[in-house]
Every structure is written in C-alpha cells, then in structure tokens.
C-alpha cells in the first residue's frame, strides 16, 4: 500500500492531473498536459492488479461491480495528500486503472482563469445551465464553481447528483446534498426523479448519459428548479443537437420545444496548452436569447453561432474571439489557436 502513496505524492509533486495504471508500461502521470513515468519499470499484469487492489484497500470498496460489469467509477481521499476519482476497467483480459486528482477543498474560479460571464450564470434561478467540453476540459471544476457560488450567496437546498463524487460541498447559506451513483442511488433518472421530491432549488446532475436522464432534467427544468449539467460535447450548435438526436424522431419536435423554453445558457470549454508549458482554459458562453430560442425551435441550430458572436453585451464568449485574445496576450501560439478553431463551431480568429 505505501507503493501506491508514495505514486500519488510523486503525482502531486510533479503537478500532475490524471495518473495511469496500464500494463505494458510504467505508471504515468499527465502533468500540463505531457505524459511522464513515475517509475521506470514497465508493469506487467499482475503487477497492475496488484496495484490496483491496493487502491481500492485505501478507498475502502468492493471489486464486486468492477469483476461483474468490467469497469468501475469511484472516489477516494488519502489524508493530507488530495482526493481521486478513479476509473478502473479491463481491457485485453488485464486490469487498468486512470485516477484524476481532484484536490481537497474547492476550486478558486479566479485562479483557473474561469472568467465571471462564466461564474454569473450562479445567479439565474430557474431552467438549465449545461457545461460543454471533451473528457478533461474541467467540466466538473466549473460545475464545482458554480455550486460552491450558489452555496455562498443564497439560501435554498442544493441536491447533486454524481458518479463519482468529487468536490465536496459544506453547509453555508444553503443546505447542501450529495447522491453518489450507484451507492446513494441506483441510477441518475431515480435520483434526480427522487431530488424532485426532496424540495431542492438547485439540482446539479453529473453527466446527461442518456435519453431517460434528459427528458427527466427537462423535466425537472421546466418546474421551476435551477438546473445545472454536463455533457461530452464541444459547441453550442452541438450540445443540443446531441440532446435532439437522443429522442426518436417522432418526439424530436416536442422535445426541440421543451428546450428551447428551459435552456438558459451553455458553456463550452476547452484546455489548450500554453507557450510556455501548461494549460489555459478557453470558453464559449451562450446566453439563449428570443432570437437563440427561435434558431432551437426552428432547428436552425448551426445559425447560433451568429448570436454567440453578436451577444457580447449580453454577457456571451465567442470561442473565436477568446482565442484570438489568447493570441494578442501571448498565451497560445497561433498554431494552436487555428487547431483549435477547425471545427464549424466558430470562425478562424484574427490572427
């Protein structure tokens, strides 16, 4: 067990963000954003379980739901170190693990660069809030911010709904609960079908997976409730292109309605990598507008672009424009920002 604390110190030390357990290779660590080994032995496969055996020793947990279903999510603390959220899972007959550092207390918006038209989305009181983004962009970090916003500025009760859970939320100005999938809840429907009933203001729901969940966080959107949520999706247009795509084509129109009235923004973020080492975050915010409704209704979604770009005043980020400003701040390299603007999502800024 000190083998595997003494990895995670090395981790931390090294600054690092997401540590792997694959055999065939040493135990590395992704430190802004380059993969490092913490040992020069490679690991073979019992010497991988081994390790990962340990982990859950530490996290106090059962490999039952890993060895029945072949991958399993939790998390656990180590004391005066950090707190992890570890995926374990097979792949090619062999146990492998990933575990993302999630340090102890919760994120400082201002020293992760979250910009404010990010953090005032704390304020709406009603609808939902969706943050975008690939696996690792800090969709978590940003929800976590939010919350912890809300928590500090007005009193109501705050259910989160996770799998697994990572920042944890005392009581302030508003009482906080925290459901962890699968142990507090089977599933993220019956939880968020049981939040409804336990009389909360804010619902914060991990992840969006699948058709029942969203219809249920509509749902539980178009009640009145402040709705916050994430999905693996880069882009306005994108996001809820996927949310439509979901349903049967049947329910589409119906379900293009619903959102159109409870939508209230959607952040999408990515993690670029710096000039000099390390990573910034850079964020797209739409404001949904009459003329945003309109283009959600109408399935006109790939018009949205053009009210991101013109809502500025309205507290709106254009991916385009941050990028460039990234630019001009000497942050990112030029390179980097025309990587990063490939898509259709949003123009090639001026550089």
Do not use: W
């Not at 030390?13 to 590395?28: A, L, N, Y």
């Not at 947990?61 to 998390?75: I, K, Q």
């Not at 979901?246 to 993690?271: D, G, K, W, Y």
């Amino acid at each position: 067990m000190e083998r595997v604390l003494s990895l995670l110190r090395k981790a931390l030390e090294k600054g690092g963000s997401d540590i792997f357990i694959i055999p065939g290779s040493p135990v590395m660590v992704k430190a802004g954003g380059k993969m490092c080994p913490l040992e020069e032995e490679r690991l073979n496969p019992q010497g991988t379980a081994a390790l990962i055996e340990m982990i859950y020793q530490i996290a106090r947990r059962s490999m039952n739901h890993l060895e029945a279903n072949g991958d399993d999510d939790f998390s656990f603390s180590v004391v005066d170190l950090s707190r992890f959220r570890c995926n374990a899972y097979r792949q090619r007959g062999t146990l492998a693990a990933t575990c993302r550092v999630v340090t102890f207390g919760l994120p400082d918006p201002g020293k992760l660069h979250i910009p404010s038209q990010v953090t005032d989305l704390a304020d709406m009181r009603s609808g939902m809030v969706l943050v975008t983004g690939p696996a690792g962009s800090g969709k978590s970090t940003t929800l976590a911010c939010l919350v912890d916003k809300i928590n500090n500025s007005r009193s109501g009760h705050i259910v989160t709904i996770e799998d697994p859970i990572e920042y944890l939320h005392s009581h302030r100005q508003s009482l906080v609960s925290q459901r962890e999938v699968p142990d507090d809840a089977p599933t993220f429907p019956l939880a968020l079908r049981s939040a409804l009933r336990q009389a909360p203001d804010v619902i914060m729901l991990g992840e969006m997976r699948d058709t029942e969940t969203i219809r249920t966080a509509i749902s539980a959107a178009e009640t009145g409730h402040l709705l916050l949520s994430s999905l693996h999706t880069i882009g306005a247009a994108k996001t809820i292109d996927r949310i439509i795509d979901a349903f049967p084509a049947e329910q589409q129109h119906q379900i293009r309605m619903q959102l159109s009235m409870v939508l209230r923004a959607v952040v999408s973020q990515r993690l670029l990598p710096k000039k000099d080492g390390g990573l910034i975050p850079v964020y797209e915010v739409m404001i949904v507008n009459p003329a945003a409704q309109n283009l959600i209704r109408e399935n006109r979604t790939h018009q949205l672009d053009n009210v991101i770009a013109g809502g500025q005043a309205m507290g709106m980020l254009s991916m385009a424009r941050e990028l460039d400003k990234l630019v001009r701040e000497g942050l990112i390299t030029r390179e980097t920002a025309a990587m990063y603007t490939e898509t259709k999502e949003t123009p090639k800024p001026r550089l």
